[in-house]
């Protein structure tokens, strides 16, 4: 019973890395940081440089290592080598417009 269970969730892994070889990566730029009620309206373009997929990205304060306060925004669906704007709005960077930074992960 137990080797039934691992070879299951070894093909279970197996499956997942295979449903998202060849996705990004996903160069994104930050293109407008306004404020909103409550929060910031963030505009991101990203682009899918692999195959169709999405992604999440990290928007933090400029010059932070990766420990500090940060958005994470996952994009629409992707194409294939496809570009896309839009805007989410977040809350957990305050409501003030500051210099930030933004970088989406490759699954």
């Known amino acids: 019973m137990l080797i039934a269970v691992l ?14 070889a060849g ?7 930050l293109d407008r940081v306004d404020a909103a009620s409550g929060g910031l309206a963030i505009t991101l373009t990203v682009t899918n ?7 999440t990205c990290r928007v933090g304060i400029a010059g932070d290592t990766g420990v500090g306060t940060a958005a994470f925004i996952t994009t629409p669906r992707l194409g294939s080598h496809e ?11 305050g409501a003030q417009p500051r210099d930030l930074s933004v970088s989406c992960r490759t699954p």
């Open 7 to 20: 070879v299951a969730v070894a093909l279970l892994a197996i499956a997942a890395r295979l449903t998202v």
């Open 23 to 29: 996705v990004g990566p996903f160069p994104a730029t």
């Open 49 to 55: 440089d692999g195959a169709a997929g999405q992604t």
């Open 83 to 93: 570009t896309r704007t839009f805007t989410a709005f977040v809350t957990s960077l």
